[in-house]
């Protein structure tokens, strides 16, 4: 098995954050009884929350593991494959969406610095950072449960497709992510790009839980009432760029861009509608 291509492939259509967001690696085509385990440590820079107008550098593991079954972990999804089919992926969909606290998501967890430009001076008189989102209710951490399809256009591009549901205090918001892919750009011997592009369509339950205000929150938060209906929810681009050091080390470094539209962008929470993310691991191949 050439270890190049397999590890480059691999990892090019995982992504390296937690979350709903999360795409799905393209199916591994092993022997039987065969698999692929990947571990790796990085560090990601990203927004607190979608739409804050600062950043947060926090410790980020790679896990990616891949089974001649179909069964693959891929960060915080799990997924199974299921098509036989050359061009098309289907199957079930697993996936842990962290916690949104007054922090941003995932709290204060992981993080190495949240201190942005704007905070540095207003640490000169208050001790405690500002956090835009107090007074709002914690979006509870889910594990979300849905299911995907991929269509290949050609062996280098494929559209993507997934739903996840389960997110919010009621377990009821629903996240719908479509999207293109290029994958298998080589750049010599060792080194490959892939760019991706897609849209996120949220239901009611979904943009309330993460764009919206409610009576009480309002009350405690400052905010006003704010009802965020289904909508189109954010719109991204994103390259990622992997350097085969050796044939069990990768070195995996990506930018996404996305940009909040429709109700999540005239949300009151909503200050830096446009967030960018950008993120680099080691990885190792067992």
Same mark, same amino acid.
């Given at each position: 098995m050439n270890r190049f291509p397999l590890v480059t492939l691999v990892l090019a $259509? +995982?992504?390296l954050s937690a979350g709903a967001g999360a795409q799905t690696p393209a199916a591994n085509r092993m022997p039987d009884g065969s698999r692929d385990l990947y571990v790796g440590l990085g560090v990601q820079a990203a927004p607190r929350y979608a739409g804050a107008?600062?950043?947060? $550098? +926090?410790?980020?593991?790679?896990?990616?593991f891949a089974w001649s079954n179909g069964v693959f972990v891929s960060g915080a999804t799990v997924g199974w494959h299921l098509s036989d089919s050359p061009t098309v992926e289907y199957g079930p969909l697993l996936a842990w969406q962290p916690r949104r606290g007054a922090d941003g998501?995932?709290?204060?967890?992981?993080?190495?610095?949240?201190v942005s430009i704007p905070e540095m001076a207003t640490m000169k008189l208050r001790l405690r950072l500002p956090h835009r989102l107090e007074g709002l209710d914690p979006v509870p951490a889910r594990a979300l449960a849905g299911g995907f399809m991929n269509v290949y256009l050609t062996p280098d591009w494929r559209l993507t497709n997934s739903v996840l549901a389960g997110a919010g205090s009621d377990r009821n918001g629903v996240l719908w992510r479509v999207g293109v892919q290029r994958i298998g750009i080589e750049l010599g011997r060792h080194h490959t790009l892939s760019f991706n592009a897609g849209i996120d369509i949220g239901n009611r339950a979904w943009n309330q839980a993460y764009s919206g205000v409610s009576l009480e929150e309002s009350s405690r938060s400052g905010y006003g009432i704010y009802h965020a209906g289904a909508a189109l929810r954010e719109v991204h681009v994103g390259a990622r760029w992997n350097w085969a050091l050796s044939p069990s080390w990768l070195l995996t470094s990506g930018i996404d861009a996305g940009r909040l539209v429709d109700v999540a962008r005239h949300s009151p929470l909503t200050v830096r509608p446009t967030g960018v993310t950008a993120s680099t691991a080691l990885a190792f191949r067992f």
């Open positions: $259509l +995982a992504c107008d600062s950043d947060r $550098l +926090a410790a980020l593991p790679v896990v990616q998501d995932g709290d204060s967890a992981g993080a190495v610095t949240t």
